[in-house]
Structure formats: C-alpha cells, structure tokens
C-alpha cells in the first residue's frame, strides 16, 4: 500500500506553520483529530528528540503517544517516528507558494496491513488536524499582525 497523503494550501509563510510544530503550547492546541485534547509530558524539539504526549479523546479516554524528531529543516521538512502502536512515520514538507505554503503530509505504516486497518480512521483524522493546523495558524497570524510585515 502506498503511505496515506494530503496536501493542504495554506496562506501563511513556511515560518508561520513551522512555528506551530515547533512550539509545545501551540502543538497541544491544535493536534489530532475533532474533540481530542492533549498533555504533552516530554517535547525534545531537535533531531533524535523525544516527544511523549497523551491524547484525550471525548469520550476522556487517554491515548499515550511516543515520537521521535528525526529530521527537523527549519520551516522546510519535518519527521516525526511514531514508536508507540501502530508505529508509523510522518512526513512533512513545507513548499513556498505565491499565496502561502503548500504542506504536504504523508503517513508511512511500518507494514500494509496496519496501513489497510487504519486507513478509514487515519485519513479523515489527517484532515481534520490539518483543519486545526491551519486555524492555529491563521489566528496566530491576526494575533500578531506584525510578523506580516515586509
């Protein structure tokens, strides 16, 4: 199978989304997918570094989460191992556009079969976060009406 992909056009600068990964405060906000919340117990923000975090569903049942950082490109490329089940790899790569920045998001499983399993839970969870990516994003953006100016 291939990985699960998307690809999202958002209008604000490669800097401006990056920020939002790289800020734990910010990333708590916006992670995952509709109702869910999160605690983030360990944020390590540079390549090899540790990210634990437990993510609250709805209904409060806590899902824990272990990632590893393992390519940080500032405000370029980002890859995030998931080690805890189902263990999966995150791809994220920021495009410049005339209009703001091209994200796109691919998901490796470790094999077909978890591919296949999860595919109708990941796929709308994917979009949905990156619903959240983008409002963070742009309500930072008319937060800070400064970091716009050129």
Request: charged share 15%; aromatic share 8%.
């Given at each position: 199978?291939?990985?699960?992909?998307?690809?999202?056009?958002?209008?604000?600068?490669?800097?401006?989304i990056f920020?939002?990964?790289?800020?734990?405060?910010?990333?708590?906000?916006?992670?995952?997918?509709?109702?869910?919340?999160?605690?983030?117990?360990?944020?390590?923000?540079?390549?090899?570094?540790?990210?634990?975090?437990?993510?609250?569903?709805?209904?409060?049942?806590?899902?824990?989460?272990?990632?590893?950082?393992?390519?940080?490109?500032?405000?370029?490329?980002l890859v995030i191992e998931?080690?805890?089940?189902?263990?999966?790899?995150?791809?994220?790569?920021?495009?410049?556009?005339?209009?703001?920045?091209?994200?796109?998001?691919?998901?490796?499983?470790?094999?077909?079969?978890?591919?296949?399993?999860?595919?109708?839970?990941?796929?709308?969870?994917?979009?949905?976060?990156?619903?959240?990516?983008?409002?963070?994003?742009?309500?930072?953006?008319?937060?800070?009406?400064?970091?716009?100016?050129?």
């Amino acid at each position: 199978m291939n990985p699960l992909t998307t690809s999202r056009q958002i209008p604000a600068p490669p800097e401006a989304i990056f920020a939002a990964f790289s800020s734990p405060e910010r990333l708590a906000r916006w992670w995952g997918p509709n109702g869910f919340s999160n605690t983030i117990h360990v944020f390590e923000f540079v390549p090899g570094g540790r990210w634990s975090l437990t993510m609250h569903a709805p209904n409060g049942a806590g899902y824990p989460n272990e990632c590893r950082f393992s390519v940080i490109e500032p405000s370029a490329r980002l890859v995030i191992e998931h080690i805890s089940e189902p263990r999966f790899t995150l791809t994220l790569t920021l495009e410049a556009t005339n209009t703001g920045t091209l994200l796109h998001w691919e998901q490796l499983f470790v094999s077909d079969e978890a591919a296949q399993k999860l595919e109708s839970l990941a796929v709308p969870a994917n979009e949905q976060n990156l619903d959240h990516l983008t409002a963070e994003v742009l309500s930072s953006a008319s937060a800070s009406p400064a970091t716009h100016a050129q």
